[in-house]
């Protein structure tokens, strides 16, 4: 069974950083595409960041050159750094993977910019 476990979420003031990440197992990491998605209240959940298995990441425009996705395929887990962060970041982040033609989701973790 394919299970997804984010940490690293909190209350952050704006401009500051938090790193994310998603544990993964039950599934063979290394081969596997991982994304992250965030849902803030009232919204649709939406794309944050993905990395495929030989490491090509793709960004949503608002993230670009303040988020950073990567993975350790020696820990099974993937992060994203998150730099210079704004209030309208605000949301529950979760990672996602597609494994045999299923797809996962973490719990997700809350980040809350603020001040």
């Known amino acids: 069974q394919v299970q997804l476990v984010e940490s690293g979420g909190g209350l952050v003031q704006p401009g500051g950083s938090l790193r994310l990440s998603c544990a993964a197992s039950?599934?063979?990491?290394?081969?596997?595409?991982m994304g992250w998605y965030r849902q803030a209240p009232g919204k649709q959940r939406e794309l944050v960041a993905t990395?495929?298995?030989?490491?090509?990441?793709n960004y949503a425009e608002s993230v670009k050159g303040r988020f950073t996705i990567s993975r350790n395929n020696a820990k099974n887990t993937v992060y994203l750094q998150m730099n210079n962060l704004k209030p309208e970041d605000t949301a529950v982040y979760s990672c996602?993977?597609?494994?045999?033609?299923?797809?996962?989701w973490g719990q997700g973790t809350q980040v809350t910019v603020s001040s």
């Open positions: 996602n993977t597609t494994w045999r033609q299923r797809g996962y």
């Open positions: 039950g599934m063979i990491f290394s081969i596997a595409a």
């Open positions: 990395i495929n298995s030989g490491g090509t990441t």
